[in-house]
């Protein structure tokens, strides 16, 4: 039983006019929708590794895809692979876009990282939302003193146990250091 209060701009006597306004007006065309965007601060890199023993370790890494907007974050969020879903041996990492995810790349090399360590039975109750919850807050960083020194994260996907990791550009700096982890 649906009761309505006077005045709820959310009852049905308050929603008829508009549904009726919208049956008339018919189908909106894509081309007279403005979506809004909302641009993040860094464009960001998804790189994907899977390993292969024959191959060189930078022939088994492979960029999936770049992204600048809240928007295409989610889109390829919910069109990859659940970190948890992975096989042993891969990883994702994310990446300020021009940083890419190895120790070699000039903005890592004085760098550093915090580690996460999961036991092998919280693959599938922890990981998938520590990592959600890293890129959110890597994607997110705002333009404070710290937002610079981070070039990205990785999730790697081990049978002994799983790893989430956040890098930093200078590990010299004790202060952003600590205050990222």
Known sequence: VLVEEKGDPNSITALLPLRRKARDEGPVEAAEVELELHPLQNKWALWFFKNDFSRAWQDNLHLVTKFD???DFWAMYSHIQL???LSSGCDYALFKDGIQPMWEDSRNK????WLVSLAKH???SKLDLLWLETLLC???VNRGNTAG????AVVNIRTKGDKISVWTQ???NQASVLHIG
């Open 122 to 124: 919280q693959r599938h």
């Open 170 to 172: 200078e590990a010299e």
């Open 149 to 152: 020194r981070v070039c990205g």
């Open 138 to 140: 890597l994607i997110g």
């Open 83 to 85: 970190a948890s879903k």
């Open 69 to 71: 907007t809240v928007e």
């Open 110 to 113: 004085r760098g550093g990282r």
